[in-house]
């Protein structure tokens, strides 16, 4: 299993980026997807998650409003599209799955992607 994320780069402030992370090496459509971040010196945290039939989505406070999670199980990709960039938002985005709904807590999902790179300028 294998999931390989992209679409980081480096952002003004009030800029868009969207990342994507594509899954491979089996069929994800039973799995939630979620992305976290880790800020630098901070610890990794929840952004957003997605069910398995992508109809029920949930954001952490920091990303409510600015922040649009999405899948494709034909394709076994998820993205996040993120809007409205702030410099907090400067962190290493990781892309994870786990079998069934999903949780806030990053030790429960059981593959994850390397990490895409975002820093957001001011």
């Known amino acids: 299993v294998q999931l390989q994320a992209s679409g980081g780069g480096l952002v003004q402030a009030g800029g868009s980026l969207k990342l994507s992370c594509a899954a491979s090496?089996?069929?994800?459509?039973?799995?939630?997807m979620a992305w976290f971040r880790q800020p630098p010196g901070k610890e990794r945290e929840f952004v957003a998650a997605?069910?398995?039939?992508?109809?029920?989505?949930d954001y952490a406070d920091s990303a409510k409003g600015r922040f649009t999670i999405s899948r494709d199980n034909a394709k076994n990709t998820v993205s996040l599209q993120m809007n409205s960039l702030e410099p907090e938002d400067t962190a290493i985005y990781y892309c994870?799955?786990?079998?069934?709904?999903?949780?806030?807590?990053?030790?429960?999902?059981?593959?994850w992607g390397q990490g895409t790179l975002v820093t957001v300028s001011s």
């Open positions: 090496g089996r069929t994800f459509s039973s799995y939630a």
């Open positions: 994870a799955v786990r079998l069934g709904g999903y949780t806030w807590y990053w030790d429960r999902y059981e593959y």
């Open positions: 997605i069910s398995p039939s992508g109809l029920s989505i």
